[in-house]
């Protein structure tokens, strides 16, 4: 993903003339979805760090749990495919929610539209949104990025064929910016600390 390296890389900066300085209600600019879904997620409030390889994703959450001092404290998750891909980061895993006040998560994709994360049965089960801890990890790879969520639907019902999970839903908004504070499509929806892990796969 190009814009990725651009920002993070040292190389040429994101245009002035982004989706930030324009009205809400201009029409998009025709820009990559890589660089959509950061200024949307962003706005939305997200943190997240870009990763050339797994090294740097493992630096990543180690920096993340020492900003915060987790130190000692599990992490819940519902996808067992985290415990192997990060058995070697000696993390002790529970998925008893009032084991822990983080989530540790995968997703199914990252929608450009709207800078939000889409998850499934696969990553919470039956779960509510309000239902999951306040504080979010996700690990997502580049390759998850789709421009809509009419797009991740269809590659989801492509994927899985006649086993498409359920519980379909989209983490929006999280913490509130200057941005984002007063928007009424966030009344109601519970507000979460994420963190993006963002893995490059191209």
């Known amino acids: 993903m190009g814009v990725f390296k651009k920002i993070f890389g040292g190389g040429k900066k994101v245009s002035k003339e982004t989706l930030e300085t324009r009205g809400d209600h201009m029409p998009d600019l025709k820009i990559p979805i ?3 879904f950061t200024i949307y997620f962003k ?6 760090i870009y990763c050339e ?15 915060n001092n987790w130190q000692n404290h ?8 985290l415990e192997t891909r990060f058995a070697s980061e000696k993390l002790e895993f529970t998925d008893k929610r009032q084991e822990s006040d983080i989530f540790f998560t995968t997703c ?11 998850v499934c049965s696969n990553q919470i089960k039956e779960k509510k949104l309000d239902e999951l801890p306040s504080n979010l990890i996700v690990f997502a790879t580049t390759s998850q ?3 809509s969520i009419s797009g991740a639907l269809k590659i989801i019902k492509e994927k899985y064929r ?13 913490q509130p910016t200057p941005e984002n504070k007063d928007d009424f499509l966030s009344y109601g929806s519970a507000s979460k600390n994420v963190y993006l892990l963002l893995l490059e796969d191209y």
Do not use: Q, W
């Not at 390889?53 to 900003?67: C, Q, V």
């Open 145 to 147: 990025l789709v421009d």
């Open 74 to 81: 599990m992490f819940y998750s519902l996808d067992p495919r």
């Open 162 to 174: 006649k086993d498409i999970p359920n519980n379909i839903t989209t983490l929006k908004h999280f």
């Open 108 to 118: 199914e994709h990252l929608v450009a539209h709207n800078g939000s994360i889409l």
């Open 34 to 36: 890589d660089e959509k």
């Open 53 to 67: 390889d797994f090294s740097e994703i493992s630096l990543a959450l180690k920096n993340i749990i020492s900003e």
């Open 43 to 48: 706005k939305n409030g997200g943190k997240f």
